[in-house]
């Protein structure tokens, strides 16, 4: 009867890939709000330099597919800075709607 060797691979890759399964998340309401709009304003700013370099790389090839992924992407990002320009103008109006109504209810308005 022939012996089976462990394998260790299987064990190696628990090993490796266990810390990521097993870390835990972070709730989206712990994170700073300002960290958030940071983040998808990097994640724009990044979305938009990829498809430069993207519709560059089609105007250099001659292929039109790459100049039009490229172009994609970088509407997709100034898609995504309006989409965090209007929450921001969002979350200025409500703080002066909610320090008018402060105000008032202070007595000071």
């Known amino acids: 009867m022939k012996q089976q ?9 628990a090993k490796i890939f266990a ?3 097993l ?3 972070i709730p989206m309401l712990l994170i700073p709000l300002a960290t958030r709009t940071m983040s998808n304003k990097a994640d724009a700013a990044a979305k938009d330099a990829e498809g430069k ?8 090839t001659g ?3 790459h100049q039009l992924k490229g172009k994609a992407k ?4 100034s898609a995504m800075n309006a ?7 969002a979350k200025a109006v409500a703080q002066k709607v909610s320090d008018a109504a402060a105000k008032l ?5």
């Open 5 to 13: 060797q462990p394998k260790d691979d299987n064990l190696f890759e």
């Open 74 to 77: 970088q509407v997709q990002a």
């Open 63 to 65: 292929d039109a597919g």
């Open 23 to 25: 870390a835990p998340r």
């Open 19 to 21: 810390p990521k399964v």
């Open 53 to 60: 370099l993207e519709s560059a790389l089609g105007e250099l």
């Open 105 to 109: 209810a202070d007595g000071k308005g």
């Open 83 to 89: 989409a965090e320009d209007l929450k921001d103008g």
